[in-house]
T-cell receptor, first 111, second 114 residues
Framework: RKEVEQDPGPFNVPEGATVAFNCTYSNSASQSFFWYRQDCRKEPKLLMSVYSSGNEDGRFTAQLNRASQYISLLIRDSKLSDSATYLC????????????FGPGTRLSVLP | DAGITQSPRHKVTETGTPVTLRCHQTENHRYMYWYRQDPGHGLRLIHYSYGVKDTDKGEVSDGYSVSRSKTEDFLLTLESATSSQTSVYFCAITGRLGSGGELFFGEGSRLTVL
């Protein structure tokens, strides 16, 4: 079983749709959780950190369920510019090899 | 945006030649990382550094070496490049670890080994 798993995708949705991405992690000692977006041929960019209480940033909402070892990202009112690959990243604490990346889920928002 | 620059951004080289990629940061962050990204494999850690002259191996370190003589610079060297090292290489930094320690990436260096 992979340490961090994500919906396989791709997701093709119309503009204005609401889309949800799921991520599960296997290490119960994981401490920090993040969503990154990566555009084609570009570097991953931090979209948002995920806090235990959940957090929202405009159209984006992230949730963490430690008991189920599950993270989600909800995008409301999708825009064409949201088209990208979304990476779930987990830090099990410390540094070095302790950032674990999911394989990513590709989103295409269609006009 | 985090002040991270990578050079060169693109390089084409031949098998057996040495290659050095440079990562430069202006953030005075302690921790620096080199990742490679390949289709079907996602991001994989090559080497990381936790301070000047302090480095350690990641999961795909074979064929690579690193050096960090100054806080701001982290060099990745391929002593004798092979076609399997054709990839996109990303440098990353983080200054705060554990809870809240986000990674910030450079723009990437695209390497092709012929």
């Amino acid at each position: 079983r992979k340490e961090v798993e994500q919906d396989p995708g791709p997701f093709n949705v119309p503009e204005g749709a609401t889309v949800a991405f799921n991520c599960t992690y296997s290490n119960s000692a994981s401490q920090s959780f993040f969503w990154y977006r990566q555009d084609c041929r570009k570097e991953p960019k931090l979209l948002m950190s995920v806090y235990s209480s959940g957090n929202e940033d405009g159209r984006f909402t992230a949730q963490l369920n430690r008991a189920s070892q599950y993270i989600s990202l909800l995008i409301r009112d999708s825009k064409l510019s949201d088209s990208a690959t979304y990476l779930c990243v987990v830090n099990i604490g410390g540094y070095g090899q302790n950032f674990v990346f999911g394989p990513g889920t590709r989103l295409s928002v269609l006009p | 945006d985090a002040g991270i620059t990578q050079s060169p951004r693109h390089k084409v080289t031949e098998t057996g030649t040495p290659v050095t990629l440079r990562c430069h940061q202006t953030e005075n962050h302690r921790y620096m990382y080199w990742y490679r990204q390949d289709p079907g494999h996602g991001l994989r850690l090559i080497h990381y550094s936790y301070g000047v002259k302090d480095t350690d191996k990641g999961e795909v370190s074979d064929g690579y070496s690193v050096s960090r003589s100054k806080t701001e610079d982290f060099l990745l060297t391929l002593e004798s490049a092979t076609s399997s090292q054709t990839s996109v290489y990303f440098c990353a930094i983080t200054g705060r670890l554990g809870s809240g320690g986000e990674l910030f990436f450079g723009e990437g260096s695209r390497l092709t080994v012929l």
